[in-house]
């Protein structure tokens, strides 16, 4: 889907070295109302999504688990919980305004001890191989520049029987559904980013990104493509989001 | 996607939620939890077929639907016995008659019934924050008047009634009589099993149709009890 020259941010192409730029600055816009426009935006439906992530998951006690793009940390505070004192939660992202912010809430909210921090960039992963049981991106992928290179490298870091999740926003499968959906996400959702958090381009990029990123077949082929075993998807919300996953076998 | 018996999600995260906030409402029984930190429990509520795994946390639980590996311990009972046996200082009961099954670790079973038995939330320092102190005291003050006239009432009503039923109409026997009654009838019960003890002992003597020498008659009172004993002692060991 990207020649080696130009990549996709939203509907615009750019240069493959000045996406990961611009999908900084749209972090960084938002970051201070991140929880708040998720929220809104998905009116708290978002937590689900991420809760069924965390039990799809299969984390038990004791187990490592790496969360890219982790945002304000919201995959990571459940995976905290499960692998207790005896596990490891590592929370990631790429843009330090988004991590500073995830870990402020985490420390906020009593999660500490087996959580780490580090700002790493998900195409090239920071940590030996085979040392994660979990990798899990959510709403991370679809701004990587190269996709295919962050699933190589998530199979990478998990240990033979490890499992990587994908949740991320995906195409309805019901054609009303998908009027709806893009109505909502083309007037409503900019809308909203302009009164909230000021900046609409910002979640005029989201949708133009959400609506750009592989659909659940491609992705799975991908996730294939990266060396994942025993791939499936799973459906949420009609299909505005699915949750991909893959072993390491 | 999700197993049968596994409550759905929005459900759970809404109980989390209320839960917490619950948590949240006594900050020092809350942080007891501290101890129980990374454990998994699963409750299973009988009659429904639901299961709910509870991992808690620093100050609060987490509530899942699925786990992938086996719980520290099991609490399996229907949901009013469990709240019973959460509320109640008395766990004893639920759990001799049988109506919560535990399994696994029984001490963190016990650990957590202590927390969930343990909260006490300040309700007046919670109604504080709305009405200011000085009213939120006074609230306080009229529901524990309330609280000790409710109690003092009900402690002179049983009292009345008892002093009624045992002195007055003489319906019920009076605490020592019942105490002597009782003593007389342990004392009853003692001579029966004696006379039984003495009745199988002729019995045997005349069967062999001679006098039993090795157990010549005893020439004390003393002697008659050992003797006794000795005959409860081998039928306590048929």
């Given at each position: 889907m990207t020649d080696e020259k130009t990549t996709n941010f939203g509907y615009q192409k750019v240069p493959v070295e000045e996406k990961a730029?611009?999908?900084?600055?749209?972090?960084?816009?938002?970051?201070?109302?991140?929880?708040?426009?998720?929220?809104?935006?998905?009116?708290?439906?978002?937590?689900?999504?991420?809760?069924?992530?965390?039990?799809?998951?299969?984390?038990?006690?004791?187990?490592?688990?790496l969360d890219l793009a982790a945002g304000t940390g919201d995959l990571s505070e459940r995976f905290a919980g499960i692998v207790g004192k005896g596990g490891e939660v590592?929370?990631?992202?790429?843009?330090?305004?988004?991590?500073?912010?995830?870990?402020?809430?985490?420390?906020?909210?009593?999660?500490?001890?087996?959580?780490?921090?580090?700002?790493?960039?998900?195409?090239?992963?920071?940590?030996?191989?085979?040392?994660?049981?979990?990798?899990?991106?959510?709403?991370?992928?679809?701004?990587?520049?190269?996709?295919?290179?962050?699933?190589?490298?998530?199979?990478?870091?998990?240990?033979?029987?490890?499992?990587?999740?994908?949740?991320?926003?995906?195409?309805?499968?019901?054609?009303?559904?998908?009027?709806?959906?893009?109505?909502?996400?083309?007037?409503?959702?900019?809308?909203?980013?302009?009164?909230?958090?000021?900046?609409?381009?910002?979640?005029r990029y989201l949708a133009e990104s959400i609506r750009m990123h592989p659909n659940q077949e491609t992705l799975l082929g991908m996730m294939e493509q990266a060396g994942f075993e025993r791939c499936d998807f799973f459906n949420l919300s009609g299909g505005i989001v699915a949750i991909h996953r893959g072993y390491r076998l | 996607?999700?197993?049968?018996?596994?409550?759905?999600?929005?459900?759970?995260?809404?109980?989390?939620?209320?839960?917490?906030?619950?948590?949240?409402?006594?900050?020092?029984?809350?942080?007891r939890l501290g101890d129980l930190q990374g454990r998994v429990i699963l409750i299973e509520l009988a009659g429904f077929g639901t299961r709910v795994y509870v991992v808690p946390g620093d100050g609060g639980l987490q509530l899942f639907g699925d786990y992938a590996g086996e719980p520290d311990c099991v609490l399996y009972g229907t949901p009013l016995a469990l709240a019973r046996m959460g509320v109640s200082g008395q766990r004893e009961d639920q759990l001799f008659s049988g109506e919560v099954r535990i399994a696994g670790d029984t001490h963190l079973a016990q650990a957590f019934g202590n927390f969930l038995g343990g909260l006490e939330v300040d309700w007046e320092e919670q109604l504080s924050r709305l009405?200011?102190?000085?009213?939120?005291?006074?609230?306080?003050?009229?529901?524990?008047?309330?609280?000790?006239?409710?109690?003092?009432?009900?402690?002179?009503?049983?009292?009345?009634?008892?002093?009624?039923?045992?002195?007055?109409?003489?319906?019920?026997?009076?605490?020592?009589?019942?105490?002597?009654?009782?003593?007389?009838?342990?004392?009853?019960?003692?001579?029966?099993?004696?006379?039984?003890?003495?009745?199988?002992?002729l019995a045997n003597a005349l069967g062999e149709g001679r006098p039993d020498r090795e157990t010549p008659a005893p020439e004390s009172d003393a002697q008659r009890v050992d003797m006794q004993r000795a005959t409860y002692r081998d039928r306590a060991g048929e």
């Open positions: 730029g611009r999908v900084r600055a749209v972090f960084d816009s938002v970051a201070s109302r991140y929880d708040l426009m998720n929220d809104l935006m998905s009116l708290g439906i978002h937590r689900l999504w991420k809760r069924q992530t965390v039990e799809l998951a299969g984390v038990r006690r004791g187990q490592r688990v590592v929370v990631t992202d790429i843009n330090s305004a988004m991590l500073a912010r995830g870990r402020a809430r985490l420390v906020d909210v009593g999660v500490s001890g087996n959580v780490h921090f580090a700002q790493v960039d998900a195409e090239a992963l920071p940590f030996s191989a085979s040392h994660f049981d979990c990798v899990s991106i959510g709403f991370g992928l679809r701004n990587v520049t190269h996709k295919q290179r962050a699933l190589e490298e998530m199979f990478r870091v998990l240990r033979p029987g490890g499992r990587a999740l994908v949740l991320e926003f995906s195409h309805p499968e019901s054609p009303p559904l998908r009027k709806v959906y893009d109505l909502y996400s083309f007037s409503a959702l900019p809308l909203l980013g302009r009164l909230i958090a000021g900046d609409a381009d910002s979640y | 996607m999700s197993e049968g018996g596994s409550v759905p999600d929005a459900v759970l995260a809404t109980l989390e939620t209320v839960v917490n906030y619950y948590l949240s409402l006594d900050p020092e029984g809350a942080a009405l200011g102190d000085a009213a939120a005291h006074q609230v306080g003050v009229q529901v524990q008047s309330v609280e000790r006239w409710g109690r003092r009432t009900s402690d002179i009503l049983t009292q009345d009634i008892q002093e009624y039923l045992q002195e007055e109409a003489r319906l019920l026997p009076g605490r020592y009589e019942t105490r002597a009654f009782l003593d007389d009838v342990d004392r009853l019960r003692d001579d029966v099993d004696r006379l039984a003890a003495r009745v199988e002992r």
